[in-house]
């Protein structure tokens, strides 16, 4: 797995990230879920609630 690096740029008036820093922020995010979800031995999954619940936020 490949963590990136990324950089936040501090200005005297705000702290923002780009827009190509957010989408590889998401696609992290977004890839980490989905390999979370598809391990049946995940021991973070099985405390959720139901298959409804997890269907709605787009699970197996």
Known sequence: MRI?????????TSHMID????NQIL???SKKWTDLSRDPDNK???SLPSAFWMNSLGGP
């Open 44 to 46: 973070a999954l099985k």
């Open 19 to 22: 827009k190509n820093e957010l």
């Open 4 to 12: 990136h690096n990324f950089k936040i740029r501090i200005h005297p």
């Open 27 to 29: 696609a992290f995010v």
